[in-house]
């Protein structure tokens, strides 16, 4: 690959050296993806469901102007204030001067994956301002100062030990303890201090109804609702994709969210938010970092309507044996692979070639997303636009060539099983990155038209 900070493959190969780890991180997902599966067709609906999601957020795309400004209207209306990052430095900054013009240095937020797309904790924190992350697993990763590793189950990759750990040092919690429920109540009383103390609490934003101007949140702890309920002011950080026309809708989307993402029925809460409590302050961000850019790419322009329920991610292959991490992303798996590379094409130029192109990831997609035909055409694109290394693209225009003439493909394999046979090490060595992880079998004596020939009677 080209020049790049950070390679997937590299980053895959750490997270590899602990094989029991990847084994039940594997298994995890797996059973995440299992349920999912039984609580899908549970419902005789589920396709024409899928369809009906689908159907909704390609009318959301071509009618986004349209909707944002009405749901702009509505809310106002409502007594929210509404602003307009561009990017995610705007967005930062806008949250940072709510809180700096109320002079607030500390404030709570529940899981919000756009503002790990815009690293808001990090510029609070240089602004002097501090963030507690109330999600549970949110917070134990915060805790060990890492980024979440899957967008809805941030704390996927780690035990019940690792957690333990983290609470002892961070928590004051017995040394070794693992009792998840022992573990839970600590993180309770941790953040319920939290809660009770914090003046300014930021949520995201699952889907927002041009209709009434009001917005919906979906937790299963409850911790949005805690937050934005104590505050003075609430703050909702949202994607522009995030806007549906009616709430009439959300009945589609909200049975679809929680299935694909964690098996359950329906979220626990799935909090409304249409106006500000009296003396409260309530303001939504409306963010495009990027998203406009990616409209514009008709290929691509589907990525848009990920509802973020992480589905594609429990189902991957290659996620699952790799870990969130690789991917160095704040969405990672393969809807992340789709919408890295159009914020930073170089940086993230790896991605798209980090799965297998099975098509589990489409197949499972709530909102019927053309994941790897998506991964696929990116790859194309990243190789016109010349993120791909030199070795990888010769030997592709090779092998097409060979693949396009016959008589080339003869006589090619031919010579290939011929040498194989002849000095198997030439292909079996550390130097060639194909065989590292695979074991060529011995190359047979006749190619396989030439013993179908022999035997085709
Ligand atoms: S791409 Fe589809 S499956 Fe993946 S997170 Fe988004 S909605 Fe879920």
New binding site residues.
């Given amino acids: 690959m080209s020049p790049h900070t950070l390679d997937h493959a590299a980053a895959s190969e750490v997270f590899n050296r602990d094989e029991p780890r990847v084994d039940w991180h594997d298994e995890t997902l797996w059973w995440v993806r299992q349920k999912r599966d039984r609580a899908a067709m549970q419902l005789p609906e589920w396709e024409a469901l899928r369809e009906a999601a689908s159907q909704i957020k390609h009318h959301v795309l071509s009618n986004l102007d349209t909707l944002l400004e009405n749901f702009e209207r509505k809310a106002q209306e409502n007594g929210i204030t509404v602003h307009w990052a561009a990017n995610a430095q705007e967005h930062n900054e806008i949250v940072w001067s709510l809180l700096h013009k109320k002079g607030i240095d500390r404030m709570i937020k529940s899981k919000s994956m756009l503002t790990e797309e815009c690293h808001l904790n990090d510029f609070l924190r240089s602004k002097g301002i501090e963030v507690i992350d109330t999600d549970l697993g949110e917070r134990i990763v915060q805790l060990r100062q890492e980024p979440p590793s899957h967008?809805v189950l941030p704390a996927i990759h780690l035990k019940k030990s690792d957690v333990g750990d983290t609470f002892h040092e961070h928590l004051g919690t017995e040394k070794g303890a693992t009792d998840p429920q022992y573990l839970t109540e600590a993180a309770r009383q941790h953040l319920r201090e939290t809660f009770l103390t914090r003046r300014a609490a930021l949520t995201g934003v699952n889907f927002a109804i041009a209709e009434t101007g009001g917005f919906v949140v979906c937790t299963n702890e409850g911790n949005a609702d805690m937050g934005a309920h104590l505050a003075e002011i609430h703050i909702a950080s949202m994607g522009f994709e995030k806007i549906i026309p009616r709430a009439d809708h959300l009945g589609v989307f909200l049975r679809l969210l929680t299935r694909?993402a964690t098996g359950q029925p329906v979220t626990a809460y799935s909090s409304h938010f249409h106006r500000p409590r009296p003396g409260q302050e309530m303001h939504i961000v409306i963010v495009d970092n990027g998203r406009t850019t990616q409209l514009g790419r008709p290929d691509f322009r589907n990525?848009l309507?990920?509802?973020?329920?992480?589905?594609?991610?429990n189902t991957c292959p290659v996620y699952r044996r790799s870990g969130g991490h690789s991917y160095h992303n704040a969405v990672a798996?393969?809807?992340g692979s789709i919408l890295a590379p159009n914020l930073d094409m170089r940086k993230n130029a790896d991605l798209p070639f980090a799965s297998t192109l099975c098509g589990s990831?489409s197949n499972?997609?709530?909102?019927k997303?053309d994941?790897h035909d998506q991964l696929y055409k990116w790859r194309q694109v990243l190789a016109q636009e010349g993120y791909v290394g030199g070795i990888k693209k010769t030997s592709l225009q090779l092998a097409s060539k060979v693949l396009a003439s016959p008589t080339l493909f003869k006589l090619s394999f031919n010579a290939a099983r011929t040498a194989l046979r002849i000095a198997p090490w030439a292909a079996n060595n550390p130097l060639n990155a194909w065989s590292i992880h695979r074991e060529l079998p011995d190359a047979p004596k006749d190619s396989f038209r030439q013993w179908w020939e022999k035997n085709r009677k």
């Fill in positions: 967008i694909s990525s309507k990920c509802i973020r329920c992480g589905a594609c991610m798996g393969p809807i990831c499972v997609c709530p909102v997303i994941i």
